[in-house]
């Protein structure tokens, strides 16, 4: 994916996320609404991961560390 889409991709999961917990919080569901955010927080991570691979991954290269 490219940096620009998942930035948006991001926003996207956030703001639907948000909504979510806020539905389901106001419904009486409180275990729902914070099971929503942990799935949430999951995917996210899961998305960003490759990024910081990439990124330490460079930082490496530039300083060559554990040659």
Not at 12 to 29: E, S, V
Not at 45 to 66: A, N, R, W
């Amino acid at each position: 994916m490219d940096n620009i889409t998942i930035i948006f991709f991001l926003m996207a999961l956030a703001i639907a996320i948000t909504i979510l917990h806020t539905f389901l919080k106001q419904a009486g569901r409180d275990e729902f609404a914070y099971l929503a955010l942990l799935v949430g927080l999951a995917i996210g991570l899961i998305t960003v991961l490759p990024l910081l691979k990439e990124l330490f991954t460079g930082v490496q290269e530039v300083f060559k560390l554990y040659d």
